[in-house]
């Protein structure tokens, strides 16, 4: 099963360097997750991944339930050997799925929702969402929940939090896959005092670790960041902690600094295949024209197989005629951009220079003054 280590404590902040041992390897954390949504990180081998130095990606249990289907992930012996991917997996619980689907009714026993595919009608609930995580045999699993939309009422929040309360209680019954790990997860909107409530229920479940979810669903960062600063107190320090869908330099840096551990997003794998590049001095966007004759790197601080070998004015050209090849090279650089941001983040913190990395950070653009 799962084991968490923690390495060292920043001096500074809230910040920690941990490690994490599961059934599949070992994860060095902070650690930034790539999403995985259909058994595989678009545009991207997993030999690239490996190459990357990825220890774990996510699956999506909702996607993989409606294609390829229970049936045929069974018959593989679960996702690992289904997409070849020998390291660690996390699954979401399709929570989050739930939400961003209109057509729904939510119900005390779970959700009925139409399916995307066919119309046809599926009942979420924590049972099934267990049972399609333990046949996907996932590393880490996490606790169905409801994910609420942010202009929701106080009133239906305080409601929510008691659902995923008792979701969560159905999920530690049915989940019984032996080296699996069950994550809960904390909700509660935009209210400091919900968040609290729901925290503290979560926790009493005693979880192998813990996920904020509900944040980064169209909330201002300084929103984002009051919550974060106000529930992390409650949540125990020696389980590693998981803020869910996050991907920014300046979220990153946000949650690190308040102790979190673990989180993913699917923003440079998105952005590498719209034609934007993550770089040390933020983004830009290779398909403007300025860029067609251009011979030089993405980013010169970058030593990616990328920039060390193709130039903007070629990548640009590719976008420019809608190239496969153009997609893939720039999905690589943001995941490699993100993923060594994130290690020069644990190596700040094994120095004790957390805000000097911080400052730095600032001082190129890459972060905002609302991160400090």
């Given at each position: ?36 949504t ?18 774990i ?9 409606l294609?390829p ?17 020998d ?5 979401d ?11 729904k ?63 969560a ?6 989940n019984?896959?032996e ?8 909700q ?10 729901s ?7 005693d ?12 909330e ?6 009051k ?8 949540v ?58 251009i ?24 976008f ?42 600032l ?6 003054l609302?991160?400090?």
């Amino acid at each position: 099963m799962l084991k968490y280590e923690i390495l060292k404590k920043s001096k500074e902040t809230k910040a920690r360097l941990g490690k994490l041992s599961l059934p599949h390897g070992e994860i060095f954390t902070p650690v930034f997750m790539p999403v995985g949504t259909n058994a595989t990180v678009k545009a991207m081998w997993t030999d690239d991944l490996k190459d990357l130095d990825v220890g774990i990606i996510l699956g999506n249990a909702f996607h993989l339930y409606l294609r390829p289907g229970l049936e045929v992930i069974d018959s593989f012996n679960g996702l690992h050997n289904f997409m070849k991917w020998d390291r660690a997996i996390l699954t979401d619980s399709g929570g989050f799925q739930v939400f961003s689907i209109r057509n729904k009714k939510v119900e005390e026993e779970g959700v009925k929702i139409k399916s995307p595919l066919d119309g046809s009608e599926i009942f979420m609930t924590p049972e099934l969402s267990m049972k399609i995580q333990m046949v996907l045999g996932s590393d880490i699993a996490m606790a169905f929940d409801e994910c609420v939309h942010p202009d929701m009422d106080e009133k239906y929040v305080e409601e929510s939090i008691e659902r995923t309360y008792n979701w969560a209680k159905e999920c530690k019954k049915y989940n019984n896959k032996e080296n699996q790990s069950l994550f809960g997860i904390i909700q509660g909107g935009f209210s400091e005092e919900l968040r609290k409530k729901s925290a503290e229920q979560i926790v009493s479940l005693d979880f192998e670790g813990y996920a904020i979810g509900g944040l980064s669903v169209g909330e201002s960062f300084p929103v984002t960041k009051k919550i974060l600063d106000a529930v992390m107190k409650y949540v125990p320090e020696d389980k590693p902690r998981y803020i869910m869908g996050i991907g920014t330099p300046d979220l990153i840096i946000s949650a690190v600094e308040n102790g979190i551990d673990m989180f993913d997003c699917v923003l440079p794998t998105r952005m590498g295949r719209h034609g934007t590049a993550l770089t040390n001095y933020g983004k830009i966007n290779l398909k403007a024209g300025k860029y067609k004759f251009i011979d030089k790197p993405i980013d010169e601080e970058c030593n990616c197989k990328v920039c060390k070998k193709y130039s903007i004015g070629y990548i640009h050209h590719l976008f420019k005629r809608d190239e496969i090849f153009g997609k893939m090279l720039l999905t690589y650089h943001n995941l490699h951009f993100l993923l060594d941001f994130v290690k020069r983040v644990r190596d700040s913190i094994y120095k004790d220079e957390f805000l000097s990395f911080k400052k730095e950070c600032l001082d190129k653009g890459l972060i905002t003054l609302e991160s400090f």
